[in-house]
């Protein structure tokens, strides 16, 4: 009976912060939280903020005017939109 191989692979530490706070998946990102800004019945009360982490590029939306905090506390609207595809 043959033995089955075993494949080890070791990340690169470095190597993978470096891609993970790199501009292209920074547009990655941006293009993920601009989909679903566009689910949203009122785009214009959001608000999509990109920053880069200690170890990663980071992208959140926010509802910023009190109409769309409250639609979005009654209603779950980001979640929703954020389960869309």
């Known amino acids: 009976m043959a033995k089955k191989a075993t494949v080890k ?10 891609l ?10 941006e293009g993920a ?7 949203l019945p009122d785009a214009d009360g959001y ?3 990109t920053y880069r982490g200690k170890t990663r590029v980071n992208v959140s939306i926010a509802a910023v005017t009190p109409e769309t905090r409250k639609d ?5 609207t980001l979640l929703k939109a954020l389960g869309q595809k």
């Open 9 to 18: 692979i070791k990340l690169n530490s470095p190597g993978v912060r470096e």
């Open 20 to 29: 993970l706070q790199s501009d292209a998946v920074a547009s990655i990102c």
């Open 33 to 39: 939280a601009t989909d679903v800004l566009a689910r």
């Open 47 to 49: 608000r999509v903020s």
């Open 72 to 76: 979005n506390l009654q209603n779950n």
